[in-house]
């Protein structure tokens, strides 16, 4: 295979068409013959180098020397070529280097001659060629394979198969792909390889047609204010896809502005190479300047004004706040009263200013009094809303001890000052409090007052003087007093002395007494205004002496028949205390003389003694025996007091049987009565239940009395389930129901009301006939109409029956309903009427009339 017969270096859409070598004669350079040639555009194009003090260049694109340069002084050279179009601005950067040749007899410069394609290049006259040695003898044909020719991306690369030129057919991208890698091919007219494939590797030279930019559009940094010059303060970045290992993509920072420029311009610098931006000058004051804000750019070929892409991006520096101005007070004394005895209550606002950041710990206040209050009775809490300091009262003061207090209070922020920065004297402050006198209540002393006497003391007795102090000296007030608390109510004080004297005996086994100690609460009110008052408990501890008799203990005990041993324990009772209690003597009364004569008693101790059965036997029942019991004060008392001992049959545990033992033992009278009133009050509810149920059920029969005829369809009797007549009946003659063959067979009303009732199951007994009634009365008239009711009712049960009475009991002396208008016997009984009574009883008159057949 052949080799590239000519190299090309396209820029940006213009070819530049160059020899293998250029001869440059003597020691300077002459004519350099490069031409740039547009590439189909027909706008004007202005050239510039990028080294214009050595090399010039033309309007037609031709580079010449512009010095003698020494072979030593250019070891190798890089030029920058810029086109600029003139009607559209648009520019296009190119690189060129030079390098001497290694003649000796004269000097060389070749530029870079391989197989090199810049980027965004779509120029058919850039054509590098392949040929075979073969081409000579026959004809050929050349094809090339590969990523950009017949492969994804498809017809970037073309070749003219008799030629063997290779063209770009598309604009290339070096950020997409960098380089190709192609294969050519040579066959012949039938297909047949005449030469072993080539590869050709084609490397996408970088242009810098992309811009650098930051990654972030705006950058936000802080430094504390007072830093000194070198303090780091933040970090821009920004990237280029341009090739790094260029100057396409070597970026260079500066800082374009700075604002607002106080205290100087140049407060902070960058790193050109790293993006670091730190400060260069003292004065950082956030209390000035509390933000700053700077454009900085990034610019590629290396910073280069004339040919690199830049770009800018937005600093705001923010300058954080240090403790460097402490608290000043707005005053140098502040004033405020307060009343005596007022705890918990704001006296005194003290306001200061900060020139620091607020709500933050180098402006938030602690205030500290540093004077003036020995006792502590004053604190000074911080306002957070404010910032005020708020001088409060925690202990209460007295007016009568100190009129006035003069504080010395301090303000500090809650972080130290930065260094180098001393408070100043507005730092601190006084602070006046007037204390304001107020009416204040008497109080006793003591309190309680404790008083010891014995008990019994008689009415009209003096007891104490119970007075009250009045705490406001400079006040003339008069105290008077009154009784608050007495329970037993014994005690009466002066209204003016506070002499305190009895009104009733003193007890100390009253109930209002717990452990001898009696409680009684007094007032004392002042003559101020508002009037003040006090109040003051005397305590009375009572000496007990011997006033209470003893009683025996337990009252009631049960004893068997038969003491076989059975004995009791008792002891006594005594409201007095020790010596005047026990050990207590027991004795038998000697009346009556059963008593000695069936019991004993026997001491035990000091406190108990047992009382048994004398004799063997004694009778069931219960049995109170008098018992003298005497204490042992100083005045011994005695009292005879009852035992009630039960003696009872027993079991083998001795334990009592009889029924009686339950009452005796388990209920007392008091329970038996209680219970016996229950009993008594359950039966009176019952018996009211059921006269209120028979009255119920009177008001629901008298209710269906009231029904009219015509709107009852069922022409039924009444039925009444009661004994008698009942309270509505009294003035209704019974005798009807007993003789019913004295109803008057005339007597004949309209139907009234009746029941259809259903026929008995269970056979008519037969009751005794009664006399006659003289009048039938209202029932006999009922019965008659019921009677011709059913009579002529076809619908009614083919039986003789008209009403179905429930009585309670055995049953009425009455006879049967069925013999009504017939005699008892029915032997002569003529029963041909039935026939006029209706078919239905005509099978009556059948089965009793007629023949004995």
């Known amino acids: 295979m052949s080799h590239l017969s000519a190299v090309y270096v396209c820029v940006r859409g213009f070819l530049c068409e160059h020899a ?16 740039f040639v547009n590439c189909g555009r027909g706008g004007l194009v202005r050239f510039e180098c990028s080294n214009p003090s050595d090399f010039r260049i033309e309007a037609d694109g031709v580079v010449y020397a512009a010095r003698s340069i020494q072979h030593s002084t250019l070891p190798a050279l890089l030029l920058l070529i810029k086109a600029s179009d003139t009607a559209t601005q648009q520019q296009w950067v190119t690189q060129v280097m030079l390098t001497p040749s290694t003649h000796s007899s004269q000097q060389y410069i070749h530029l870079v001659r391989l197989k090199f394609c810049f980027e965004a290049f779509i120029n058919k006259s850039f054509q590098p060629q392949i040929r075979s040695d073969h081409d000579k003898n026959r004809s050929l044909r050349y094809s090339v394979t590969g990523p950009g020719a017949d492969q994804p991306p498809t017809g970037i690369f073309i070749i003219d198969p008799i030629s063997g030129e290779l063209s770009v057919n598309k604009p290339l991208d070096r950020e997409h792909i960098s380089n190709f890698h ?62 790094p290992k260029t100057a396409n993509g070597m970026l260079r920072y500066k800082i374009l502005s700075q604002n607002p420029e106080s205290p100087t311009s140049n407060m902070f610098t960058i790193n050109n190479k790293t993006g670091g931006i730190i400060t260069v000058a003292a004065g950082l004051d956030r209390e000035k300047v509390p933000q700053y804000t700077l454009i900085i750019q990034a610019t590629d070929m290396e910073g280069n004004p004339m040919y690199g892409l830049s770009n800018t991006a937005t600093a705001v520096i923010r300058v954080t706040d240090i403790n460097d101005n402490p608290p000043e007070f707005t005053a140098e004394t502040f004033f405020g009263e307060v009343p005596e005895n007022r705890v918990n209550v704001i006296v005194a606002n003290l306001t200061v200013t900060d020139k620091d950041q607020p709500n933050t710990p180098a402006w938030n206040a602690v205030y500290k009094i540093t004077g003036g209050d020995p006792t502590g009775r004053f604190s000074v809490p911080t306002d957070p809303t404010t910032n005020e300091g ?48 107020v009416n204040e209540s008497p109080y006793f002393e003591p309190n309680p007052k404790l008083v010891k006497l014995e008990e019994g003391m008689m009415p009209e007795s003096s007891l104490t003087t119970f007075t009250a102090q009045d705490p406001d000296r400079f006040m003339q007030q008069t105290i008077r007093y009154s009784k608050l608390s007495d329970p037993a109510n014994w ?27 009696y409680n009684a609460t007094f007032l004392a009110s002042d003559s101020g205004v508002p009037p003040a008052s006090g109040t003051g408990t005397l305590q009375i501890y009572l000496l007990d002496i011997n006033d209470n008799a003893p009683k025996v203990f337990p009252q009631e005990a049960e004893i068997c028949e038969k003491p076989e041993p059975n004995a009791i324990n008792i002891t006594a009772l005594d409201g007095d205390l020790n010596p005047n209690a026990g050990p207590f003597a027991f004795e038998l009364a000697h009346r009556p003389p059963d008593v000695r004569r069936n019991w004993t008693i026997t001491r035990i101790s000091g406190d108990y003694a047992q009382m048994s059965l004398k004799i063997s036997f004694l009778e069931t029942g219960i049995y109170e025996i008098p018992i003298i019991i005497t204490d042992s004060g100083n005045l011994p008392m005695s ?73 009852d369809v069922r022409d039924n009797i009444l039925k009444y389930d009661e004994e008698g007549g009942g309270e509505e009946d009294q003035d209704y003659d019974l005798s009807q ?4 063959d004295t109803i008057e067979p005339d007597a004949i009303k309209p139907v009234g009301i009746r029941r259809l009732d259903e026929r008995p199951l269970h056979p008519e007994p037969q009751y005794p006939m009664r006399s006659a009634a003289p009048h039938p009365g209202d029932i006999g008239d009922f019965i008659n109409e019921g009677l011709k009711a059913a009579d002529n009712d076809p619908t009614a049960p083919p039986y003789d029956s008209l009403l179905v009475f429930d009585y309670e009991g055995s049953g009425s002396t009455a006879g049967s309903l069925s013999s009504l208008n017939s005699s008892s016997s029915g032997g002569d009984q003529d029963y041909d009427y039935l026939n006029d009574w209706g078919p239905r009883f005509r099978k009556l008159a059948d089965m009793y009339g007629g023949s004995d057949d």
């Open 737 to 740: 129901l007993q003789q019913p």
């Open 491 to 517: 005690l009466r004080i002066d209204p003016n002395t506070g002499r305190i004297t009895t009104i009733a005996i003193l007890d100390r086994e009253s109930p209002f007494v717990k452990n001898s100690l």
């Open 182 to 243: 192609l294969r050519a091919h040579a066959v012949d007219l039938n297909g047949n390889q005449v030469e072993n494939p080539i590869d050709i590797v084609i490397n996408v030279i970088d242009m810098n047609d992309n811009r650098p930019e930051f990654t972030h559009q705006i950058w936000n940094g802080t430094v504390p204010e007072g830093s000194k010059p070198g303090t780091f303060v933040m970090t821009v970045t920004s990237v280029d896809k341009d090739d």
């Open 390 to 437: 708020l001088v409060t009262v925690v202990k209460p003061i007295d007016y009568e001890i100190s009129r006035t207090y003069v504080l010395t209070v301090e303000a500090r922020n809650e972080v130290p000052l930065a260094r180098g920065i001393h408070s100043p004297r507005q730092s601190t402050a006084t602070v006046s409090i007037r204390v304001i006198d």
């Open 20 to 35: 293998d070598e250029i001869n440059i004669t003597h020691t300077y350079f002459g004519l350099l013959r490069m031409r």
């Open 639 to 711: 009292n005879t007091s009852y035992l009630r001992i039960k003696v009872c049959q027993c079991d083998i545990n001795g334990d009592c049987t009889d029924q009686q033992h339950i009452m005796a033992a388990g209920l007392g009278t008091g329970a038996i009565i209680a219970i016996l009133l229950c009993i008594i009050i359950l039966l009176i509810l019952v018996l009211l239940f059921v006269v209120w149920m028979k009255r119920r059920d009177k008001e629901r029969q008298a209710k269906q009395l009231l029904i009219d005829p015509e709107d």
